[in-house]
């Protein structure tokens, strides 16, 4: 009976239309990626200033430049700082939101970054600017991660990679925003305060309204059925049909082949490394490591990169905000073909632009070019990373998606971490073109994993793409053979 109304739940969820209810739910959690943004892009836009300051430099660093490797990075130490937050929020913290659900975590993680920024804001030496930036990026790497799984759960199949690109481009609209405030405060002081220190003071001003907008949201209603809490999973998808308007307004219920259980006993130590699945998180672990040295990589040292070519500090920001602002624009593209184009394509289409665009980037010297095919790389790389967390959700059942998530793309941040420190390393020691030669090679990777491994999942529903045992065979050896969608 509980297994029944579990998949009753499931199921009504996939019949809702897309109403103002559903819409809401995706701009509010938007705001929260909308924060994320604006804190992972940042980075490399106060990063320069905050090197002229003397911020990294072996003495301020202290312990950590006793590592030769970490002394010549400098900056790259911030960016390292912050990706290895992010890692350890993403595959140590995260799970607690598939024990404790979607919504308390999100909350919870949004609090610990306020706090930790704030501390980190009045920072006066590379080690403690480090540490505390760490710190911050923990309650980030869990915060993006939920919402993420959390938001997978609330939409329609029919609309999910549509959905996904509209909250991306929200998410996205940071990052321009970002640039014109770096542009215009970090060249100077604020009533005797850094301009840098004054973003991080802005994202902890969002972080406090985030948290209070992120209040409202309903609990997912997938999570509380396959948590035996089927009274407040029913209010909630009662209280979405009744937004709808009546039931007429939705689908009739369409059978789904694929077997499918409740969830007691699938856990994410067992369950993403057994059956279909353990083809999947390998090929996402590959995928997300590889990714990252690209996008962020890029992201992380716009300035520093355009610095390294030749083109003046102040002029430097300026060059990056115009890069910036296709930042949004890529989810929009993306959004126009979301659910009409198989989203592995996409995803590899998108890698090979930037692959293009990053190469001819590190032959440049003129600052249109320049600008031309970094707003190339910026377009595509928005625009994938629109697509990759939508199809990274549809890979993995109710119980362990979150979970199963952080795990895949925790890779991403351990490598974005590293990179930080060797595209560091590489433009003082080879200087931009060898930081972007290494940039480019990783979109080779990620064309090559997603292209010849991913699976196809348009317009499939999250139960039939991931068929889940059922408890009685978990307690008796495992999986039950399931049904490859891989195909």
């Known amino acids: ?111 610990w970054y306020g706090i930790a920024s704030l501390i980190l804001a009045f920072q006066t030496s590379g080690l403690m600017l480090d540490v505390w930036r760490f710190i911050a990026g923990i309650g980030i790497g869990v915060q993006l991660i939920t919402l993420y799984g959390y938001l997978s759960e609330m939409v329609p199949p029919a609309r999910r990679g549509q959905m996904f690109a509209i909250y991306q481009a929200v998410a996205y609209l940071a990052v321009p925003i970002m640039a014109v405030i770096s542009w215009a405060l970090v060249p100077i002081d604020v009533f005797g305060l850094a301009g840098w220190r004054c973003l991080i003071l802005i994202s902890v001003a969002l972080a406090c309204i985030l948290w209070l907008m992120l209040r409202t949201l309903p609990e997912s209603p997938r999570w509380l ?124 289409i998108c890698a090979g632009i930037m692959l293009v665009a990053m190469t001819v980037f590190a032959t440049l010297s003129s600052p249109a070019g320049l600008v ?30 979150v979970g199963a998530i952080g795990f895949v793309w925790s890779w991403s941040r351990l490598t974005a971490a590293f990179s930080g420190l060797i595209i560091g390393y590489l433009l003082a020691a080879g200087g931009s073109t060898a930081a972007a030669a290494f940039i480019a090679s990783s979109m080779v990777v990620v064309m090559a994993t997603i292209g010849i491994l991913g699976p196809r999942t348009r317009a499939r529903s999250l139960e039939e793409l991931n068929p889940e045992p059922v408890a009685e065979a978990t307690r008796h050896g495992g999986l039950r053979a399931v049904i490859s969608s891989n195909q």
């Open 1 to 111: 009976m509980e297994h029944q109304a579990s998949l009753e739940i499931h199921e009504r969820m996939d019949r809702l239309p897309v109403t103002w209810g559903i819409w809401r739910i995706v701009l509010v959690a938007a705001l929260g990626a909308f924060l994320d943004s604006y804190e992972i892009f940042f980075t490399g836009y106060i990063a320069p200033k905050m090197t002229q300051s003397g911020l990294f430099t072996p003495e301020s660093l202290g312990v950590i430049s006793k590592l030769k490797f970490m002394a010549i990075s400098g900056a790259g130490t911030f960016v390292f700082a912050t990706f290895a937050g992010f890692w350890i929020g993403g595959i140590l913290v995260v799970r607690l939101s598939d024990l404790k659900g979607r919504k308390a975590i999100f909350l919870l993680s949004i609090a």
């Open 372 to 401: 031309f095919f970094g707003l190339c790389f910026s377009l595509a790389g928005s625009a994938m990373a629109s697509v990759f967390p939508t199809y990274e959700a549809e890979l993995y059942p109710t119980a362990i998606r």
């Open 225 to 348: 059925a396959s948590h035996g809490r089927q009274a407040e999973a029913e209010a909630i998808v009662r209280a979405l049909e009744m937004q709808a308007g009546a039931a007429g307004f939705v689908r009739a219920a369409q059978a789904v082949s694929a077997p499918r259980g409740i969830y007691d006993d699938l856990h994410v130590s067992r369950g993403i490394f057994k059956g279909i699945y353990l083809r999947r998180t390998i090929m996402l672990s590959i995928f997300n490591a590889a990714q990252s040295i690209g996008f962020y990589g890029f992201a992380s040292f716009i300035p520093s990169l355009l610095i390294a070519r030749g083109v003046h500090f102040v002029n430097s920001l300026e060059y990056g905000f115009i890069i910036a602002i296709g930042y949004p624009f890529g989810p929009l593209v993306a959004a126009c073909i979301a659910d009409r184009f198989e989203r592995k394509w996409q995803i590899t």
